[in-house]
């Protein structure tokens, strides 16, 4: 590898140990076996090199809590295929604890740091088509804007309260019964109200 990918496994090893907040420049270079001009040769900043990481251990993630071959058992966008999804992601929560935690640093560094909130903005989007396309079976490619904003905004949201839930207290956040109990009862819900609806005067 080059100096540019030892810098960025240097970083996301970094992340994982110390943090965003607590990660310096000499850490990464130590980790990474390649000197402070390269960081900003590659990257531009130390933020910019970490913000880079922190985006490639959640995109290592989506791909590991992603397709499996059981999901063709479960129709793209069935309360089965919701299920089975939240399971699998829960499932691999305690293992990307740390990317998680580091999530949360991210998030209020964006104000600080202009070019860390372009990066993640560009993140978010991408990570709501995975969403979508995870979950409705289909491919990213075939997803359009509104699509991704609306059905992707949706399940980002819920990924995020998540992962909120789950950091503060594993024992009492959300299980894959539970969101799909709650979704069962909102869909219960906002078909009982459009019945409603139909019958008033």
């Given at each position: 590898?080059?100096?540019?990918?030892?810098l960025l496994e240097g970083a996301k090893r970094c992340l994982l140990e110390k943090g965003f907040v607590r990660t310096t420049a000499r850490d990464i270079v130590k980790e990474s076996g390649t000197n402070l001009a390269s960081i900003g040769y590659h990257y531009g900043s130390k933020d910019a090199l970490l913000t880079q990481a922190?985006?490639?251990?959640v995109q290592e993630w989506g791909e590991k809590s992603g397709h499996h071959p059981e999901q063709e058992d479960t129709p793209g966008g069935s309360v089965e295929?919701?299920?089975?999804?939240?399971?699998?992601?829960?499932?691999?929560?305690?293992?990307?604890r740390p990317v998680w935690a580091a999530s949360m640093e991210v998030v209020t560094q964006g104000e600080r740091v202009p070019e860390l909130r372009e990066l993640m903005a560009h993140a978010?989007?991408?990570?709501?088509?995975?969403?979508?396309?995870?979950?409705?079976?289909?491919?990213?490619?075939?997803?359009?804007?509104?699509?991704?904003k609306s059905v992707g905004g949706f399940y980002q949201a819920l990924l995020n309260g998540l992962m909120v839930q789950w950091l503060f207290d594993p024992v009492?956040?959300?299980?894959?019964?539970?969101?799909?109990?709650?979704?069962?009862?909102?869909?219960?819900?906002?078909?009982?109200?459009?019945?409603?609806d139909a019958v008033s005067p």
């Open positions: 590898m080059g100096h540019r990918e030892d922190f985006v490639e251990l295929r919701f299920h089975s999804v939240w399971a699998r992601m829960l499932d691999s929560f305690e293992e990307y978010q989007t991408e990570g709501r088509a995975g969403l979508t396309a995870m979950l409705l079976g289909l491919d990213e490619e075939s997803l359009d804007e509104r699509t991704v009492s956040a959300s299980t894959a019964d539970d969101l799909t109990e709650g979704l069962r009862r909102v869909i219960e819900a906002a078909g009982a109200a459009r019945r409603d």
